[in-house]
């Protein structure tokens, strides 16, 4: 079906394939971490099409949802296991212009440079979120953390922190976690 329902974009593929593929691997291999990498709401995104955009971003919650019910029935994950969200950029905040790309400032001179005319880079997508439920994770609705942000780098070590290792053991030069979502 994959061959014959193709994506809008050539690199990516429809979403609802990545999730069934990714529900069979976890109920067959019961793996200690799985990645899911939902692409569509940001690819509508980019797209300018926000109607895309937010039918994509429902689905994905709905998906999400699913993986979080699968495994409340898994007896080796009930209770057991911690289901962490995030996002890999913000989207600009002040037109619809900025809200379709993601840019850093320093990012303009590398490999962005078609972006170079925002001369600030896209303001706000540097911020990402991460939200998280289960084991390890703090009970607290909204976790406002110092840089009012989290960096990619705190989610790497916050994840290998919940999977029950010492991200300074693996990295020294790892950041820390972020201390306000552990439990």
């Known amino acids: 079906m994959h061959k014959d ?6 690199t990516v593929r429809n979403d609802t394939f990545t999730h069934r593929y990714a529900l069979f691997y976890l109920r067959r291999e019961q793996p200690k971490l799985l990645f899911i990498g939902y692409g569509e ?5 980019h797209d300018g099409k926000y109607g895309e955009y937010l039918f994509a971003a429902n689905r994905t ?3 999400i949802e ?8 898994i ?3 009930r209770d057991n296991t911690a289901l962490v969200i995030t996002v890999d950029h913000g989207r600009g905040e002040e037109t619809k212009e ?19 005319h925002f001369t600030e880079g896209i303001i706000g997508s540097e911020d990402t979120w991460i939200a998280a439920i289960g084991p390890g994770v703090a009970g607290k609705e ?5 840089e009012q942000c989290a960096f990619s780098s705190k989610v790497a070590s916050t994840l290998i922190e919940l999977l029950g290792l010492d991200p300074q053991a693996l990295n020294p030069e790892m ?3 972020l201390s306000e979502m552990l439990g």
């Open 41 to 45: 709401p940001d690819d509508f995104a």
């Open 66 to 73: 699913e993986v979080w019910h699968t495994l409340q029935l």
């Open 5 to 10: 329902i193709p994506p809008p974009w050539p």
């Open 142 to 146: 909204l976790i406002v953390t110092e």
């Open 98 to 116: 900025t809200w379709l790309h993601h840019a850093i400032k320093r990012s303009l001179d590398g490999y962005m440079f078609s972006l170079s």
């Open 75 to 77: 007896p080796e994950y």
């Open 175 to 177: 950041a820390p976690p």
């Open 61 to 63: 919650d709905r998906f």
